[in-house]
């Protein structure tokens, strides 16, 4: 029976964890033995005696490392941890891979088959397994609460006999994943919501969640949405225009949240420091984008910068936040992706042709295999 080994996470302060005693029964009833190292789910509140109830192997970390047919992360593996594989294992979790070089040398060094789940195709049959999704949906909920956290003030309307209180502006840049769930978040607590982006598609999604779209609705704007869904990088002359109506837009918000993504590419420059500056003291500013470079001028990952009066709140990990849940969705689409190693009949046979393992594989017979890495 193939061995799925669980580890601590060892990076960044990392509080999620890659299984769940809820997802240990899932593997189990599918084949799998599931060895999960002592301590592993503390950090998301998930006991070790759940996790042995449910049918793991509680062990210590070496232990855990030389049983793994498979190791599933939520981050990349350790130094450490790669020693202690099997050179024939294979491993599973957010590789990182187009910023962690490291790690992928490390892993291609050792032999090892390694998947990053953040190449798993947005095709049909891969919804469940969908890691950008569920913790982006999670990171964009989050966003409000901390920007409504940082706020001096509240976000819906209040008529009291005291006077009423006007409701807040809150401005999502980026309408993807992350941004939609901010919109409905910030809608629900009750604040008065634009968003923009630079996908025409987007614009309905907007709109049916109850918010105003803005954007620069230009021939560029029409083909701003690749095959795959996602945002092209912008011309200079489409972000210049870009850049004059959100001037003319931010100065009147109290919140913004952004969450501008470009796969592969460095988080596009969305607010500028002048438009910063342009923001009432007191304002918040919430940069989801902060560790892929960051949207907004001066914001820093994990940290919240104060300048003129307008915070600009870069925490890194926004899903670690609310790692129970974040975990308990994360384990979902790994114990989903885990189901593609194993044959219809229960055996243990990862078949690498198959369309989403074969598009999620990173490293594999001691090299970096995936074509986007190949530079
Ligand atoms: N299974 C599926 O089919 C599936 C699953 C999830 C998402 N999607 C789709 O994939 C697309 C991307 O979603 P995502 O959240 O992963 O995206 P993402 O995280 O890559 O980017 C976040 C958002 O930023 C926007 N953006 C990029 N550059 C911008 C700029 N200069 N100005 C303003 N906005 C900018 C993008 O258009 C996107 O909406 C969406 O259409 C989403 O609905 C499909």
């Given at each position: ?5 669980v ?5 960044d ?11 240990v029964?899932?593997?189990i009833?599918?084949?799998?033995a ?16 759940d ?15 030389a ?21 024939e294992a ?22 090892v ?18 890691v950008l ?34 409701a ?11 941004g ?6 910030a ?8 968003a ?6 987007a614009k309905e999604?907007?709109?049916s969640?109850?918010a105003?779209?803005i ?7 029409k083909?701003?949405?690749t ?10 002359e ?5 850049a ?14 952004t ?5 592969g ?25 902060v ?11 994990g ?7 307008v ?6 990990n926004?899903?670690?936040?609310i ?15 885990g ?7 229960g055996?243990f ?8 393992l074969?598009?999620a ?10 074509p986007?890495?190949?530079?």
């Amino acid at each position: 029976m193939a061995v799925i080994a669980v580890t601590k996470e060892r990076r960044d302060g990392e509080t999620r964890v890659a299984t769940t005693p809820d997802t240990v029964k899932k593997l189990i009833a599918a084949g799998f033995a599931v060895a999960v190292e002592t301590g592993a789910g503390e950090a998301s509140s998930y006991p070790d005696a759940d996790y042995a109830a449910a049918g793991a192997e509680l062990c210590g970390l070496d232990a855990a490392l030389a049983k793994a047919d498979i190791l599933f992360k939520v981050r990349g593996p350790t130094p450490e941890e790669i020693a202690g594989l099997k050179a024939e294992a294979i491993v599973v979790g957010m590789l990182n891979p187009h910023q962690d070089k490291t790690t992928l040398q490390a892993l291609a060094a050792k032999g090892v088959s390694a998947f990053s789940m953040e190449f798993v195709p947005r095709i049909t049959r891969a919804q469940v397994m969908d890691v950008l999704s569920s913790q982006a949906n999670l990171a964009g909920y989050r966003a409000v609460l901390e920007g409504a956290n940082a706020y001096g003030k509240v976000l819906p309307m209040m008529m009291t006999a005291a006077g009423t209180v006007a409701a807040a502006k809150v401005f999502v840049m980026g309408a993807g994943v992350a941004g939609l769930q901010a919109i409905a978040t910030a809608r629900r607590l009750g604040a008065v919501v634009t968003a923009t982006d630079v996908r025409p598609a987007a614009k309905e999604q907007v709109e049916s969640l109850g918010a105003k779209f803005i954007a620069v609705e230009d021939e560029e704007f029409k083909a701003a949405e690749t095959a795959a869904g996602y945002a092209k990088e912008m011309s200079a002359e489409y972000q210049a225009k870009q850049a004059a109506l959100v001037s003319e837009h931010i100065r009147k918000q109290d919140i913004v949240i952004t969450t501008a993504l470009i796969p592969g590419r460095p988080a596009p420059r969305l607010v500028s420091a002048t438009q910063v500056a342009s923001m009432r003291p007191g304002s918040v500013i919430v940069d989801l984008a902060v560790e892929q470079g960051g949207n907004v001028e001066g914001a820093v990952a994990g940290q919240v910068v104060e300048t003129g009066g307008v915070k600009i709140v870069g925490y890194a990990n926004l899903p670690g936040r609310i790692a129970a849940d974040a975990s308990a969705l994360y384990a979902r689409n790994l114990a989903a992706f885990g189901g593609l190693f194993l044959t219809k009949d229960g055996a243990f046979a990862p078949d690498f042709e198959d369309e989403i393992l074969k598009a999620a594989l990173v490293t594999r017979g001691g090299a970096v295999v995936h074509p986007a890495l190949a530079s």
